[in-house]
Nanobody, 124 residues
């Protein structure tokens, strides 16, 4: 069992930065891939970024490439999402999720555990 808690969301102006954290319980966190997803009001949940436990490879949706960076610190059981050059269209609730899979990480059905989410609001 893995429990995930997101933090770091908030209100920021366009062009600003935020760093989201996803803190996990569980001694085997290092064997889980972690993804970030987001859901804006009236829209479906979408994949944002992921990091594979097996290879360390990272994956991003095209709209955030070059602006967002996912990283992990297994010693702290934490995954981060550094978000720079934020845009109003990045406004959403951001969720982290953990998966035992190491591929197809943009597919939310691959994930076994989900956090409760943190709100990110970017003002224009």
């Amino acid at each position: 069992q893995v429990q995930l808690v997101e933090s770091g969301g908030g209100l920021v102006q366009a062009g600003g930065s935020l760093r989201l954290s996803c803190a996990a319980s569980g001694r085997t966190f290092g064997k889980y891939s972690v993804g970030w997803f987001r859901q804006a009001p009236g829209k479906e949940r979408e994949f944002v970024a992921a990091i594979s436990w097996r290879s360390g490879n990272t994956y991003y949706v095209d709209s955030v490439k070059g602006r967002f960076t996912i990283s992990r610190d297994n010693a702290k059981n934490t995954v981060y999402l550094q978000m720079n050059s934020l845009k109003p269209e990045d406004t959403a609730v951001y969720f982290c999720a953990a998966a035992t899979a190491w591929g197809d990480l943009n597919n939310d059905s691959k994930y076994n555990y989900w956090g409760q989410g943190t709100q990110v609001t970017v003002s224009s």
